[in-house]
């Protein structure tokens, strides 16, 4: 246990440096600049990279497997996988917009031992072990009436599940970084964060808010029941859905699965 999260500080440590530099030196062009395609099969920016970059070198240095956003999979012959995405949000900070974070997850036999998540820039962090006690931090909100919901931006195939839900609660956000938005879930600032059904998540992003979600008392869920897999297959997706409680979460799911106008080929 000290040996992961000793694991999971020095790579969210490296990242925050990484990120500063970023921020401070290089100009919104340089950060932006497309240099390829990462592991998940979409275009990497030049800050994902190298934000990435020092963060593999201290997962090579544990000699933990990786699976991560840019790179993909790096098989060691270990028993644990570091589910990872250096920076979530990244055009975000790309444009100079303060909100994205680092998030990690240490994988042991389809389990998450323990979560990470930091918000770059910033003192705001989030972390879960496995054994760790549930303690209610989530508003608790049981109903998507009178809520406040974050979400990813609507797209044309998810637009009218995307309206249906902003209608019915009480206030929406669009902050751009899944991981963040999922972890002020489990502070209780929100009472839910989801993908309007546009199935855009992959693993590196939830793995580790998974965790962090559920010891804050909330529940992490896919639209169309899915369960979590930790192949190293970045092509499998999910919806997301965070919130405060599991029958909010289903009360979100069973609208953006109930809509038929909505595809899951964005």
Known sequence: MT????????????????????????????????????????PTMFLDQFIEEP?????????????????G????????????????G?????????ISGFSAAIVEDDIIVESLV?????????????????????????????????????????????????QTSERVRILGSSVIEACLVADGAIDAFCDPGGDIHRI?????????VEKSGGALKDAQGRPLSFSPDLT?????????????ADEIASIIGGNPAVSSND
Request: charged letters at 15%; a negative charge.
């Open 55 to 71: 963060v593999l070198a201290v997962a090579e240095k544990f000699k933990i497997n990786v699976l991560s956003e840019e790179v």
């Open 204 to 212: 590196v992003d939830i793995a580790a808010v998974s965790l962090i």
């Open 118 to 166: 930091t918000w770059l820039g910033t003192n705001y962090s989030w972390r879960a072990h496995c054994d760790d006690a549930v303690v209610q931090r989530t508003t608790g909100r049981t109903k998507l009436a009178g809520a406040a919901l974050s979400m990813l931006r609507p797209r044309p195939s998810t637009w009218n599940t995307w309206s249906v839900l902003a």
């Open 90 to 98: 990244t055009a975000n900070s790309a444009a100079g917009v303060p």
């Open 73 to 88: 999979w790096i098989d060691r012959g270990s028993a644990y996988t570091v589910v990872l995405d250096p920076v979530d």
């Open 236 to 248: 499998l997706r999910w919806s997301g859905i965070a919130a405060a409680t599991p029958q909010l």
């Open 3 to 42: 040996q992961f999260s000793s694991l999971l500080s020095e790579m969210a440590s490296v990242a925050e440096n990484a990120y500063q530099f970023a921020m401070t030196n290089l100009t919104s062009a340089q950060r932006s600049a497309d240099i390829g395609i990462g592991g998940d099969g979409t």
